[in-house]
Antibody, heavy 119, light 107 residues
Framework: QVTLTESGPALVRPTQTLTLTCSFS??????????VDWIRQPPGKALEWLGR???????FYSPYLKTRLTISKDTSKNQVVLRMTNVGPLDTATYYC???????????WGQGTLVTVSS | DIQMTQSPLSLSASVGDSVTITCRPS??????LNWYQQKPGRAPNLLVY???FLQTGVPSRFSGSGSGTDFTLTISSLQPEDFATYFC?????????FGQGTKLEIK
């Protein structure tokens, strides 16, 4: 059974660094072809793809956030970590992680974690 | 970036109706097109992948079609649980962009 769970702070101050963890089970990021995405959704708005990490530790980032994002993995812990520097109010959103399948579709999602950026 | 244009952005229909949502990428994406359903307060749920393949467990009243730059999601015989927001996503090239979403409401 595949599950993903996002965790991290609910409130972050402007200019701080946000760190979110995606803990998963039912698959391994050391298996060929396995990938995990981060996606976010501001309240009432559309989904925005943030980045991806794959089984070979290759990373892909949104060009709009590339300078602020770092995605890493800890295969032994079955975790993927998203780090976003210098957050601002526009980073207020629900952040999701998802498992990526063969055609790039997200077949399993975490429940999401709402992060509010406010002083 | 590949821009994904969904239409309509909102749609009002009745139980039993058939509806079609369109997604047009700004460049060809072959068949790397996915559809998701999202209900308020919930994570998106995969409906269709690779343009026309129904995800396991998704009712057969949902269907996807298209290729290149023109894709559609059709829901036949709408059920009460289908009233939600629908997003398309291209998985052809990073960044893997989403459409703006189509909110399907009960008439």
């Amino acid at each position: 059974q595949v599950t993903l769970t996002e965790s991290g702070p609910a409130l972050v101050r402007p200019t701080q660094t946000l760190t979110l963890t995606c803990s998963f089970s039912g698959f391994s990021l050391s298996t060929t072809g396995v990938r995990v995405d981060w996606i976010r959704q501001p309240p009432g708005k559309a989904l925005e793809w943030l980045g991806r990490i794959d089984w070979e530790d290759d990373k892909f980032y949104s060009p709009y956030l590339k300078t602020r994002l770092t995605i890493s993995k800890d295969t032994s812990k079955n975790q993927v970590v998203l780090r976003m520097t210098n957050v601002g109010p526009l980073d207020t959103a629900t952040y999701y992680c998802s498992r990526i399948r063969r055609f790039g579709e997200s077949d399993y999602w975490g429940q999401g974690t709402l992060v509010t950026v406010s002083s | 970036d590949i821009q994904m244009t969904q239409s309509p952005l909102s749609l009002s229909a009745s139980v039993g109706d058939s509806v079609t949502i369109t997604c047009r990428p700004s460049q060809t994406i072959n068949n790397y097109l996915n559809w998701y359903q999202q209900k308020p307060g919930r994570a998106p749920n995969l409906l269709v992948y690779a343009a026309s393949f129904l995800q396991t467990g998704v009712p057969s009243r949902f269907s996807g079609s298209g290729s290149g730059t023109d894709f559609t999601l059709t829901i036949s015989s709408l059920q009460p649980e289908d009233f939600a927001t629908y997003f398309c996503q291209q998985s052809f090239d990073a960044p893997y962009t989403f459409g703006q979403g189509t909110k399907l409401e009960i008439k």
